[in-house]
């Protein structure tokens, strides 16, 4: 499920989710923290630097965020800050955005076609998800030449190939 995140990540995730079930508007927040901390390197060379006061750290955080996301939020990432964690900050975003579609019964899956799919198409196709993982399917749909023709659906870290290339590779193999 959590792909690559570490533990004290999804502690960190999971202590949020219980901390507040207005889980879209924190989640809004959390991701409006993650472009501004992706925009700016000082930002993050000052919560990551030991040096600086925890306090001075927490005047930082108000200032930038007061008016911009919810208290809980602001609160969160000065528990980051005084307990060293900031640097896990994008991981715990990840995990916290993977617990979401988990209470909201949503599987987010990559579809890859070698052209753009009809509107049909893509119907059907989430349809026979939707069936196949008794979940709501959000798809990001990608084009890439390289396949040929056919699918290739990514979920999670399996990979369903229905590809011409792929189709051709066995072949050449036998």
Known sequence: MYGQISKSAI???????????N???ILNDL????NITSQSKEFNEVMLNPTISVSTKNEIIDEIFKNQINEKVINFLKILA??????ELNEIISAYSEKVDEINNIKRVEVISVVELSEEQKRQTVEKLQNRLQKNVVVQWTKNADIIGGLVIKIDDDIIDSSLKNKLEKLSKI
């Open 82 to 87: 005084d307990k060293k964690r900031f640097s």
């Open 23 to 25: 889980y879209e508007q």
């Open 31 to 34: 991701r409006t923290v993650q």
């Open 11 to 21: 502690t960190y995730a999971n202590s949020l989710i219980e901390a507040d079930n």
